[in-house]
């Protein structure tokens, strides 16, 4: 559907609600990414953590409830940013080989249309914001081990000096604030061209970082652990309409390859951390209160986020520009399970929470934050991948609360801006390059299941899948057996269906293996670009 035709249904939609009708001009798009939040955090999404801003959004506008990312990081923006897979144009940090030329980006495409895009926050793909990608403004955060004094920051391509503990700084305050400097210029330089803003939160990837002040919110939640958490959550979800799976069991054999080790965590951290996610119950009073205080960590951190979302919607709303602005919210992947002692090691005697120290959430509460989902970030299960997707609209979008059941994928984002954007973004595709693998979503912002895709992949680690309709085929690992099974019925993964249904399994493996094959095949025959600038330097380290 082109954006002429979508401008005119939605038009004939809200005159008949006595909504204003549909902007003559295009839309501002604001899209937001936050980094490690669980599927089931916010309160939008039957979450226990504080959101207000996030469910006001929710509440006028649509949930996504079948949204789905890469499993990590790298990979989830640059499929974001790019239209593409990640294998298709090793965007990331973790696909081999060269990228090739034919990689364009969201300011790319929106450029010609008379936008200006701006970025502030987290990177964490190959190219630099300004360097081939076409952002006008960027702060961008290069530091992925520290929320009160990152070693690296970047303010249009030129670095920053280092915080220094007395200047109170704090990532996810400071990141909200350059997006509100920058929108603060668009509306006195350039107030009649419409804007793209990607606004990307470190939060809450670990380590776990929070203000003192936020900590202190949330003293005393969370006493009755993870257990009685998940359940709660579950039943919350299932009559919101969010979920009608059973409730995955926590998996206790499941970690990291990467994590640090056992031995050397209780020695750093102390005996009240936890490497597992075994039942509540079994924990010691000290590991009860120790892991207590790590969720309400990770539940300041998602507030604050909130609370500095706010603080940029609310400059949309000064400019005069909330009705013809689209909103979207995503994570870029599930809840992470990672524990790991990283940036400047792990003070004992430092409060939880502070810069002196370094914690992961860890399995038990990532468990809760996916629920009622499989596993966690860098798995392909429905844990690693879901990501909850709230879209907001007022011009443009009649429908207030609403749930939406159509799959899919962090690649539909960029085809979806250009479209509402009077463009396509397939003519902008260099001749001989491959088609973009995302679609529009526009359709489906009036009518649910209206945007089906042929099928969804996913690759990450080794971690395979493919999703065709409700079927969903993965294996985990390079040993991994694949599984099959029905995501109408059970996207808790419990039933697998691989046995049963062999034909169906083998079909849906030679589909991935085509997809994978020819990903890469078209990437390495495809001409390298020149643009490659790796953030921070031939020195900058590889981390997710």
């Not at 602005?325 to 929470?353: C, M, W, Y």
């Not at 979503?441 to 971690?463: R, V």
Request: aromatic share 8%; proline share 7%; glycine share 8%.
């Amino acid at each position: 559907m082109n954006r002429r035709q979508f401008l005119k249904n939605i038009g004939v939609a809200t005159a008949a609600t006595a909504l204003p009708a549909a902007p003559s001009k295009k839309p501002n798009f604001l899209l937001i990414l936050a980094d490690d939040m669980g599927f089931s955090d916010a309160g939008c999404y039957g979450g226990d953590i504080d959101t207000p801003n996030l469910d006001k959004l929710a509440a006028n506008g649509l949930r996504f409830t079948q949204a789905y990312s890469t499993a990590r990081c790298g990979p989830s923006r640059g499929s974001l940013l790019t239209g593409y897979y990640a294998q298709q144009t090793a965007s990331d940090i973790m696909t081999p080989g060269n990228v090739p030329s034919f990689t364009q980006f969201i300011p790319n495409h929106l450029k010609p249309l008379g936008y200006r895009s701006y970025h502030s926050g987290k990177w964490h793909i190959r190219f630099t914001p300004k360097e081939g990608v076409g952002f006008d403004h960027s702060y961008t955060l290069l530091d992925e081990d520290r929320y009160f004094t990152p070693r690296r920051l970047d303010l249009d391509g030129k670095a920053l000096p280092q915080p220094k503990p007395e200047d109170n700084y704090y990532s996810t305050v400071a990141i909200s604030d350059y997006a509100v400097k920058f929108l603060k210029e668009h509306a006195s330089e350039h107030k009649d061209d419409p804007f793209f803003m990607y606004l990307a939160p470190h939060s809450p990837h670990f380590p776990l970082h929070a203000m003192p002040e936020d900590i202190k919110h949330y003293e005393g939640r969370f006493t009755e652990g993870w257990d009685t958490a998940r359940e709660r959550k579950h039943a919350r979800m299932k009559r919101m309409g969010i979920v009608n799976c059973p409730l995955a069991p926590r998996e206790a054999n499941m970690w990291t390859k990467w994590n640090t080790p056992d031995e050397e965590l209780i020695a750093k951290i102390g005996p009240g951390e936890v490497m597992r996610a075994v039942p509540w119950e079994t924990l010691t009073p000290e590991q009860k209160k120790f892991q207590r205080l790590k969720m309400a960590i990770h539940a300041a951190m998602i507030t604050r986020m909130d609370t500095e979302i706010g603080k940029v919607l609310d400059q949309v709303k000064a400019m005069g520009a909330e009705r013809d602005t689209v909103v979207i919210f995503l994570s870029d992947n599930g809840a992470s399970s990672e524990q790991l002692i990283r940036g400047d090691g792990h003070d004992k005697n430092a409060p939880a929470g502070s810069a002196n120290s370094y914690l992961g959430l860890g399995p038990g509460w990532a468990t809760n934050s996916n629920t009622p989902l499989r596993l966690h970030k860098s798995w392909v299960n429905e844990g690693g991948i879901s990501s909850p997707m709230i879209v907001t609209w007022p011009n443009g979008i009649k429908d207030k609360n609403k749930l939406r059941h159509n799959t899919c994928h962090f690649v539909d984002i960029l085809p979806t801006l250009v479209d509402l954007a009077g463009g396509d973004a397939n003519k902008n595709v260099p001749a001989g390059a491959p088609k973009l693998a995302g679609r529009s979503l526009a359709s489906a912002f009036q009518k649910d299941g209206t945007a089906p895709h042929e099928y969804i992949y996913f690759n990450h680690s080794n971690n395979r899948a493919i999703r065709v309709g409700d079927w969903k085929l993965i294996a985990t690992g390079t040993e991994g057996e694949w599984e099959l099974y029905d995501l109408s019925k059970d996207r808790s993964e419990l039933k697998n269906l691989a046995s049963a249904q062999p034909d169906r399994a083998k079909k849906l493996a030679a589909m991935w293996k085509e997809k994978d094959d020819e990903f890469a095949r078209v990437r390495e025959a495809a001409t390298p670009t020149n643009r490659l600038r790796m953030p921070g330097g031939a020195g900058a380290k590889k981390k997710q």
